[in-house]
């Protein structure tokens, strides 16, 4: 099986930063796309940003030009570094990845069980 795991999450203070990371480990041949939601309590989970094998990266609007997602294939991990944290940036974020874990295997997608931000003074 896959595993994700999340690390990085804590408290920061507004305009503080803080870098997420996403570590697949287990049996993986190929991970795909990986991507960073959030979820705000009383909210919906909400995409924050993705970024496919090719490096492409996609943003939502709310965190553009603040976060900036990566990946190291060779670690099989994705990162979110994320700058001039907000009030309205804490939430618990997951990381989520399509991985293909044989060659003739259809690729299956996987969360983590996720990493808490807060933002207070």
């Known amino acids: 099986q896959v595993q994700l795991v999340e690390s990085g999450g804590g408290l920061v203070r507004p305009g503080g930063s803080l870098r997420l990371s996403c570590a697949a480990s287990g049996n993986i041949f190929t991970i795909y796309t990986m991507t960073w939601y959030r979820q705000a309590p009383g909210k919906e989970r909400e995409l924050v940003a993705n970024i496919f094998q090719s490096g492409s990266t996609n943003y939502a609007g709310p965190v553009k030009c603040r976060f900036t997602i990566s990946r190291d294939n060779a670690k099989n991990t994705a990162y979110l570094q994320m700058n001039s944290l907000k009030p309205e940036d804490p939430a618990v974020y997951y990381c989520?990845?399509?991985?293909?874990?044989?060659?003739?295997?259809?690729?299956?997608?996987?969360w983590g069980e996720g990493t808490e931000v807060t933002v207070s003074a």
């Open positions: 989520n990845a399509d991985i293909k874990m044989a060659p003739l295997r259809p690729a299956v997608n996987f």
